[in-house]
């Protein structure tokens, strides 16, 4: 119970980002949400082995606590997915955690993988089509994980990442990957298309398509 009110507790810390408008629609979702899907173990899920979230934002340090994206921003997103076909496409989200995003899109992709540091989330992962990776990004061998996968793919980053770190996988994107990038400041330009873009007062959500 208390990763659910840490979650909160940090969302009203950043309200002057937010804005109280958008914390009201992300708190009513999380409710909507959480009822339809049964989720309460993306937010109860208490990760000890990392430091806290002020810490690591400050050390911007791969490893940081879970705290899965809000349901607000994942609505947002799949009104743009629901246009778009990906059907052959695999979904790798970046710090998954206990896999709240790869549940919310397990029917849009051929195939969904889920890669964590923590190893303890993997008893989360017990859907068809999704897949769970104990690994680390600064790792070669993880690097080299993801060039070895042929299929296009849709990259998913959500805050906080070492932005050098993210830009280094991004490099290995083919022409017409997606990458999904939330609260992250790294702008795409050369070679990139930006298909979408939602400012929630200081905070960001972008898709890049790679040309």
Do not use: W
Request: proline share 2%; hydrophobic share 40%; aromatic share 24%.
């Amino acid at each position: 119970m208390k990763q659910f009110f840490y979650i909160f507790l940090v969302i009203l810390k950043n309200v002057n980002k937010y804005g109280y408008y958008n914390i009201f629609k992300i708190i009513f979702f999380e409710i909507i949400y959480n009822i339809k899907y049964f989720d309460f173990k993306s937010n109860f899920y208490e990760d000890n082995k990392t430091n806290t979230y002020l810490e690591t934002r400050k050390l911007k340090f791969y490893n940081t606590p879970y705290s899965p994206t809000p349901y607000y921003y994942l609505f947002l997103i799949n009104k743009l997915f629901k246009e778009k076909k990906f059907l052959n496409y695999v979904f790798l989200d970046f710090g998954c955690g206990a896999g709240r995003v790869l549940f919310f899109f397990k029917k849009k992709f051929f195939r969904l993988i889920g890669i964590d540091l923590n190893k303890d989330y993997k008893k989360f992962f017990n859907k068809e089509k999704i897949t769970f990776k104990n690994l680390n990004l600064r790792k070669r061998n993880t690097f080299n994980y993801i060039k070895k996968i042929k299929k296009n793919k849709c990259f998913y980053f959500y805050e906080p990442f070492d932005k050098h770190l993210v830009m280094k996988y991004i490099k290995t994107m083919k022409t017409n990957d997606y990458v999904v990038i939330i609260n992250l400041n790294i702008i795409l330009k050369r070679n990139f298309s930006e298909i979408f873009k939602k400012n929630i007062k200081k905070k960001k959500i972008l898709i890049y398509k790679k040309n």
